[in-house]
Every structure is written in C-alpha cells, then in structure tokens.
C-alpha cells in the first residue's frame, strides 16, 4: 500500500491520456492505409520493413429486446470484468499529458 500516493495516480493519469492520443493516431494511419487499399482493391501490402493485411472479423451478438425474455433468461451468459475509472479531482488536471 505504500506505493500508492499521488504521483502515482497523475503518472496513470498522464499515460491514460497518452494513450488517448496514441489511438487517435493509430486511427488516422488505419484509415489511410484502409482507404489505400480500398483504392488499389487490395487487402494487403508490403513495404521494404512492414507487411498490413486487411482482415474483416465477425461477431454475433443478440440484443436482449429482440429475443423473448425467457430464451434470454435460459441461454444468456454473464462475463464479468474489471475496469477502473481514473478522473482527476482537479478540472485543470484533464489535458496534462
């Protein structure tokens, strides 16, 4: 427990938010290498040091409206996981990165 202080909460903060703006990177450069490939209709390509294929995943999903509750209650599955929600008290703290 002697670990835990207020450094190390702004320090989690600062990489939480550095993350952020990582994603909205790594977003930017999957669209642009997506719309390349969408142009040159291809689902790949490879570079002098890199190789980006494109794949498509799918998922199934119901959505607990659209199903009658008693198959829902029957045959639904619960996973639990653990998150953490980390907000500076201090408003002026929001963009430190």
């Given at each position: 427990?002697?670990?835990?202080?207020?450094?190390?909460?702004?320090?989690?903060?600062?990489?939480?938010?550095?993350?952020?703006?990582l994603q909205k990177k790594d977003l930017?450069?999957?669209?642009?290498?997506?719309?390349?490939?969408?142009?040159?209709n291809k689902k790949s390509m490879t570079?002098?040091?890199?190789?980006?294929?494109?794949?498509?995943?799918?998922?199934?999903?119901?959505?607990?409206?659209?199903?009658?509750?008693?198959?829902?209650?029957?045959?639904?599955?619960?996973?639990?996981?653990?998150?953490?929600?980390?907000?500076?008290?201090?408003?002026?703290?929001?963009?430190?990165?």
């Open positions: 427990m002697s670990d835990i202080n207020e450094n190390m909460f702004s320090e989690w903060f600062r990489i939480k938010q550095e993350i952020k703006e930017k450069y999957k669209t642009i290498v997506d719309n390349y490939l969408q142009d040159k570079t002098n040091n890199f190789k980006v294929t494109k794949k498509t995943q799918m998922t199934c999903r119901i959505n607990k409206n659209s199903i009658p509750d008693d198959l829902w209650q029957r045959y639904s599955i619960s996973t639990p996981y653990t998150t953490f929600s980390l907000v500076p008290l201090d408003t002026s703290l929001k963009n430190i990165i």
